[in-house]
């Protein structure tokens, strides 16, 4: 059944998206279980979303950028006076906060020749598949302190903070920009629990039940521990009864005996 839903979301992102709004969106639960977490976000990649801007004889790139829903809507542009995408980092940017950053870089996905669907049946092939479909925003964990780093850095994003994302198309030849989406929707990741909200019973029982619980735990014990008490008693007792009929049953027989040798 999970993996009829698997397929079924594929095909979904397989088609086109005339009647939707063109722009980034948050993976399907079926794709992506645990999404967002603290510090990720998990984005459908565009799948036939740039179609129309193509020209079969030139190459493209796609850029992601992301920025926090605090910024304020002159910072959210993505180009700068010549029309050519921003560069910025998370750093300069203070992680999204005074506007968008670039988060990645892949080619445009595939729209005519997506991923075999029966490659999802293949345990050893779903995370390739997966990878293909979905972009994990805040997967990189050390970018940031690697000095020898020179790529995009997708750092970790902030924990309970909105974020929004932009999809742009380029052409890899002069880097101009041919296309570009619009900003995604509110996401928001998810919210640091204190530790002592934290339920850690798995069963994720009340405060009472977990004292009733441990009492009858230990009634339990009790009860346990005083039936083998009462049959160890009951053992010994035994034992000791035929010791002492055994003694008895010697003593007896030696009685009779003494008389028979004396009237001897």
Not at 81 to 99: C, E, H, V
Not at 145 to 159: E, K
Request: hydrophobic residues 35%.
């Amino acid at each position: 059944m999970c993996s009829l839903w698997v397929v079924l979301a594929f095909c979904c992102l397989g088609q086109l998206r005339a009647a939707q709004s063109l722009k980034p969106q948050i993976a399907s639960h079926q794709l992506a279980t645990n999404n967002p977490t603290l510090t990720t976000i998990s984005l459908e990649k565009p799948f036939c979303m740039f179609d129309s801007s193509l020209h079969p004889n030139k190459s493209y790139v796609i850029y992601l950028y992301t920025m926090k829903e605090s910024a304020n809507a002159i910072s959210s542009l993505v180009t700068d006076n010549s029309g050519k995408p921003l560069n910025s980092t998370f750093q300069q940017t203070s992680g999204g906060q005074l506007g968008p950053y670039k988060t990645a870089l892949f080619h445009v996905p595939s729209c005519a020749s997506p991923p075999k669907l029966a490659d999802v049946r293949d345990v050893n092939k779903v995370s390739d598949v997966l990878k293909q479909y979905l972009f994990r925003v805040g997967d990189d964990g050390t970018c940031l302190y690697d000095p020898n780093f020179l790529g995009v850095c997708n750092p970790p994003l902030s924990a309970n903070a909105t974020y929004r994302f932009k999809y742009v198309l380029l052409d890899s030849t002069d880097g101009t920009m041919k296309d570009q989406t619009l900003w995604s929707d509110p996401i928001k990741t998810r919210k640091v629990k204190l530790p002592l909200k934290i339920d850690t019973w798995p069963g994720r029982r009340s405060g009472d039940m977990i004292v009733i619980t441990s009492i009858l735990s230990v009634l339990m014990f009790l009860l346990l521990a005083g039936f083998l008490v009462s049959v160890s008693s009951v053992v010994m007792r035994s034992e000791d009864s035929s010791a002492e009929t055994r003694c008895m049953s010697q003593t007896t027989q030696q009685s009779e005996q003494r008389p028979q040798s004396n009237s001897e």
